[in-house]
């Protein structure tokens, strides 16, 4: 018996001085009249382990201090550990589940992760990425058997330029076809990287599970999402901000010039406003997700913090948004993103009330996941 002041269930339901039974890996019930405790998280609040719908688990800053997202110039017991560097960081910071769109290594990271004996979250992958917008529709069926034959969770591809590079369309409607009517075939999400209203369209058309990024979107395209179910997953401040601390890491590399950093001021506060529109938009089922590169490990939940600050947000529909909306997004509804019987013990506690001032995300004084406590910092009291 786990029991704090407040539980939040992660569908909209908050309960006072209660207790969450766990039985193993498993959530037994929310009992509303605990009588004892074996954890008293004291006036702490109890709620579902965040889910971040997009992430780059592997991402990191190597020994010299550049970003590195594939191991380059590491070898592999290096890159491995950095990976798991980056996950024990993500857990700590009450993140429970990331989908890591994403890299081979992510596949080594969901292995272990599965034995549950380090500080890791349970994680999805799309083990690689496709981006190469010359391929033909075949091709691109072919290389979705391929992910999918590798052991993918889901797929994960470009359908605009990156918005470093202005977030142009790049694949037809055709080729989107093609890989989201490919992957649904073989029962695979696909999670799509777009940033403008052309591309967006061809992905919802196409199928596709989650628009990812969407900054340069407008209204009519939100409405489009909305009306088809499609997941909106927009990338508003973490990503952008962290690139900003860590310019220095990044520059130099690849479209990380001062043009593409440009770029990304430019967007902020497009995407701000785009988010904004998105509240507004009748059904429109946004979903909490950073896109965590290096630097940006286990300060996911900052990112939900500025939704609710800066994007107005209601912080219990921003709560939701990254426990069981994130979990539906991902195929896992059932399973993970909120405190009901049977569901997986993933649950994490914040000092103070995050429905009355949201940085008690920044608080995390307790994690478990799959019934093992990763974190535990006793109360004052
Ligand atoms: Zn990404």
């Known amino acids: 018996m786990i029991r704090a002041a407040r539980i939040l269930d992660g569908r909209g339901h908050e309960v006072r001085q209660a207790g969450v039974v766990v039985d193993d890996s498993k959530i037994v019930r929310i009992d509303p009249h605990p009588k004892r405790a074996d954890i008293d998280l004291g006036d702490r609040t109890l709620m579902p382990g965040g889910i971040d719908t997009h992430v780059h688990i592997g991402w990191h800053f190597d020994k010299n201090g550049r970003s590195n997202d594939d191991g380059t110039g590491e070898t592999p017991e290096e890159y491995a550990l950095f990976a798991a560097e980056n996950a024990a960081a993500t857990v700590r910071g009450g993140v429970t589940t990331v989908q890591s769109l994403g890299a081979a290594i992510d596949k080594t990271i969901r292995e272990f992760s599965e034995r549950n004996s380090l500080p890791m979250p349970r994680i999805l992958t799309s083990v690689e990425q496709v981006t190469d917008s010359k391929l033909t529709p075949d091709q691109l069926r072919e290389a979705v058997r ?90 508003i401040d973490l990503v952008f901000r962290n690139y900003f601390e860590n310019k220095a890491h990044f520059i130099g590399i690849g479209n990380y010039t001062d043009e593409g950093f440009a770029q990304m001021q430019k967007a902020v506060p497009k995407a701000l406003n785009v988010f904004q529109m998105g509240l507004e938009t009748k059904g429109l089922k946004m979903v909490f997700g950073t896109d965590a590169v290096a630097g940006s490990h286990g300060r996911n939940f900052e990112e939900l913090i500025y939704r609710v600050q800066k994007g107005g947000q209601d912080p219990m529909q921003a709560i939701i948004s990254a426990t069981s909306l994130a979990a539906e997004s991902l195929g896992l509804g059932d399973r993970i993103g909120s405190i009901a019987p049977g569901y997986e013990a993933d649950l994490i506690a914040l000092d103070g009330d995050p429905l009355r001032d949201i940085t008690a995300l920044e608080r995390v004084a307790f994690v478990m996941k799959g019934g093992r406590v990763v974190r535990f910092i006793p109360s004052a009291r």
Do not use: W
């Open 146 to 235: 391929r992910i999918k034959s590798e052991g993918a969770d889901v797929v994960k591809i470009f359908a605009s330029q990156s918005i470093r590079s202005g977030g142009g369309p790049t694949m037809s409607q055709e080729q989107m076809d093609a890989a989201c009517g490919e992957a649904k075939k073989l029962g695979l999400r696909v999670a799509v990287h777009a940033h403008g209203p052309e591309s967006v369209r061809r992905s919802v058309l196409a199928g596709c599970t989650s628009i990812e990024h969407g900054a340069l979107l407008d209204q009519a395209t939100l409405d489009f999402i909305a009306e088809h179910g499609t997941f909106f997953d927009p990338n």
